[in-house]
Each structure stands twice: as C-alpha cells, then as structure tokens.
C-alpha cells in the first residue's frame, strides 16, 4: 500500500509548482517503496504505543503523591476554619 505524499514548492516569484509523490523522485523499485512505506508505518505505530505506554506510567505514578491528599468533602471545612499558620498558642 503506497501513500501518495504530495509536496509544493514555492518559487522565488510566487507562483506554486506541484511536483507528483516524494517516492516518484526515487529510484527505488514499486516494491522498495512500499517495504519503506511499511518500515516507516510499523516504526511509527511502535514509536505511538511506546509513548502512550511512558504516559499511562507516569499518570500511574501520580496516584502515589495524590493519595496523601485529605479526603474532605465540599461542605466539612467551614470557610471561616483557621489555618495551621494563623492558629495562636500560648
């Protein structure tokens, strides 16, 4: 399966040429292509799971700090509680 990848370029002068697929600029057989077409597809979907599997590890690791937090619920702390740092001793 051959994914035709189109390409502009831009002349000095403003006007567009459209210049047909990257692969018709190679000298690589139809089956070459498609082999680095393939190569290129299992390469990225390993690449996109190796990355999502990184982000579910560190999503994992940040239950630990959040299971220290306090489980108040809204509505226990009336607004006007005092803080650590304002309560008075002595």
């Given amino acids: 399966m051959s994914f035709p990848l189109a390409t502009t370029l831009s002349a000095p002068q403003g006007d567009v040429r459209i210049f047909g697929t990257v692969m018709e600029w190679t000298?690589?057989?139809p089956q070459q292509v498609d082999e680095a077409v393939r190569v290129n597809t299992e390469a990225r979907l390993r690449?996109?799971?190796?990355g999502?599997?990184?982000m579910a590890?560190?999503?994992?690791?940040?239950?630990i700090p959040a299971g220290?937090?306090?489980n108040y619920l809204p509505g226990?702390?009336?607004g006007d509680a005092p803080t650590g740092s304002r309560l008075r001793t002595g």
């Avoid at 690449?47 to 190796?50: D, F, P, R």
């Avoid at 590890?57 to 239950?63: D, H, R, S, T, W």
């Fill in 27 to 29: 000298t690589a057989s």
């Fill in 47 to 50: 690449a996109l799971k190796i």
């Fill in 52 to 54: 999502l599997l990184i």
């Fill in 57 to 63: 590890g560190l999503a994992l690791l940040a239950i």
């Fill in 68 to 70: 220290r937090l306090p």
């Fill in 76 to 78: 226990e702390i009336p």
